[in-house]
């Protein structure tokens, strides 16, 4: 095919499609640009109404939690009072645990002269006097304790086989004993 147009018309012809391309180019950006203005708005708007909804909440829990602030100082006035007891019954003797675990301890055919614990006697060497009806009844006392966790540094002062207490035990030991602090509590 031979084209016999003018070249004049051609180059015109040319410049009428370059510039509907081009015309169709700025349409499609000024779209473009309409569109993204269209989303930009709404995300400042939505954005907007979170700042507004958040800053509400905000002063709604300020408000909230002013009215806690009694409730907060009385709870950490329990607390202090709690950590204060608490400290006291650590530092509790019970010295009928002591008594029942001693009582526990000793075998049958043997009594226990007397006894004095105090909050000084703890942790230091005490000395008990025992009467047995027999040398093995005594030794058996003197083991137990040395196996109980209630005692340490168990050892005989003395002993002996001739009792003014009573016919009925005739042995009396005397145990030098240390009565664990950790046992009374």
């Given amino acids: 095919m031979i084209n016999l147009l003018p070249y004049d018309v051609k180059s015109e012809i040319r ?18 640009i309409v569109f993204l203005g269209i989303v930009g708005f709404s995300v400042y708007t ?17 408000a909230k939690a002013s009215s806690y602030v009694a409730y907060k100082d ?12 608490k400290s006291i019954l650590d ?10 675990g001693i009582a526990a301890l000793m075998p049958s055919g043997t009594i226990l002269d007397s006894l004095n614990i105090s909050t000084s006697t703890l942790g230091s060497p005490t000395t008990l006097t025992i009467y047995a ?10 083991d137990r304790f040395q196996a109980s966790p209630l005692f340490s540094n168990v050892t005989f002062v003395s002993i002996s ?3 003014q207490q009573s016919k009925a035990y005739p042995i009396t ?10 046992a009374a509590q």
Wanted: without cysteine.
């Fill in 15 to 32: 410049a009428a499609r370059t510039n509907v391309i081009l015309m169709r180019y700025i349409i499609v950006l000024i779209i473009a």
């Fill in 46 to 62: 939505i954005l907007m109404d979170t700042k507004a909804t958040a800053e509400n909440t905000i002063k709604d829990n300020r």
């Fill in 74 to 85: 009385e709870a950490t006035t329990l607390r202090t009072s709690l950590s204060s007891a």
């Fill in 91 to 100: 530092k509790e003797v019970r010295y009928s645990k002591i008594i029942t």
């Fill in 133 to 142: 009806k027999t040398t093995e009844n005594a030794l058996a006392v003197k």
């Fill in 161 to 163: 086989s001739t009792s």
């Fill in 173 to 182: 030991a005397t145990l030098s004993v240390t009565i664990n602090r950790g």
